[in-house]
Nanobody, 119 residues
Framework: VQLVESGGGLVQAGDPLRLSCAAS????????MGWYRQAPGKQRELVAD????????HYAASAKGRFTISRDSAKNTMYLQMKSLKPEDTAVYLC?????????????WGQGTQVTVSS
């Protein structure tokens, strides 16, 4: 599975931004996908994730009410719609795909896209 993120950039506080993560390869094996972020000097943290079956979503507390994760199965693409961005949202945003079966699993990561929010 290959993952390519896009949509990052420099925005002002309060602005919206939409990130995309395009998946290719063995996408049929993806059980769930998620957005993570990593700010300089901080650990990588989950922002939101979504299951392939049922589209069940889960959000970190910092993302609830401001971010919306979604997916377009036909395009093998996941999105993160962000609104009311804050300077503390500044980070590299990475896409992860969780694949596996009954006895194995492998996680795949994209290269990330930089989001910078100025005050």
């Amino acid at each position: 599975v290959q993952l390519v993120e896009s949509g990052g950039g420099l925005v002002q506080a309060g602005d919206p931004l939409r990130l995309s993560c395009a998946a290719s390869g063995s996408t049929f094996s993806i059980n769930a996908m998620g957005w993570y972020r990593q700010a300089p000097g901080k650990q990588r943290e989950l922002v939101a994730d979504i299951t392939s079956r049922g589209g069940i979503t889960h959000y970190a507390a910092s993302a609830k009410g401001r971010f919306t994760i979604s997916r377009d199965s036909a395009k093998n693409t996941m999105y993160l719609q962000m609104k009311s961005l804050k300077p503390e949202d500044t980070a590299v945003y990475l896409c992860k795909a969780e694949t596996g079966g009954s006895s194995w699993y492998v996680d795949y990561w994209g290269q990330g896209t930089q989001v910078t929010v100025s005050s």
